[in-house]
């Protein structure tokens, strides 16, 4: 049965989502999402190696610090888990973004909008390459083979950012985080946070196999084309 979905924020969501069991929780769709899951991070795991080892020559070569930085991210039930990408940002990143966020109004006002800005100054040069070609969040195949994520899903967000997501956030729990999603085909760091929050609600309740296989060729085309930064 369809009914009227009233969004708590300012973007007006599809009025189709069902009342019933959302797909993504469907059991037979899980079961044919953690069988892709396993199959499509392995094949690429072996696959991408060579990338892999020269990513990391780079960062060794080129910057101080560990090669990989894990952080903590927001999972399937609200569970914990290390999230795995690329080192992007310097030894001392946070202490230039206060410096910056104390300084610089547009930049503080940027930043407390949608916890992003568009010239960051914790990125080190070979990051913003990473970031821009998304190669810094090739080590998050790791994570979709451990279980943490799969390989469409939200976006992982942090508990900073759950807030955000206001009454929705039990919708975000209701599935894994994955490498890419409706909002990193749906215009991924040109959108607002609102939009999309309003995406991951959409596809939590509406989206199915056949959808997860669409949105994964369209990542193909939005990152060859690298439009927008993770």
Known sequence: M??????????????TMRETLPATTNRANRILKRGFDILFAGI????????????????????????FFSHKRVGANGEEFACHKFRTMKTDGDRQLEW???????????????RKLERD?????IGNILRRTSLDELPQFWNVLKGDMSIVG????????????GMHF?????VKPGITGAWQV????DTSYDYRVGLDVDYVRNATFLDDIRIVFKTVGVVLAQRGAC
């Not at 749906?186 to 760091?189: E, K, L, N, Y």
């Open 44 to 67: 690429a795991l072996v696959l991408l190696a060579p990338v892999f080892g020269i990513v990391a020559l780079a960062l060794r070569l080129r910057e101080r610090g560990p090669i």
């Open 154 to 165: 939200p976006r992982p967000i942090t508990w900073s950012e759950a807030e955000k997501y």
């Open 186 to 189: 749906g215009g991924r760091s």
């Open 121 to 125: 100054p914790r990125v080190h040069a």
């Open 170 to 174: 039990a919708d975000y729990c209701a």
């Open 100 to 114: 910056m966020l104390a300084i610089d109004p547009i930049a503080r006002a940027e930043w407390e909008a949608d």
């Open 2 to 15: 369809a009914f009227d979905f009233e969004p708590q924020f300012s973007v007006a969501l599809p009025k």
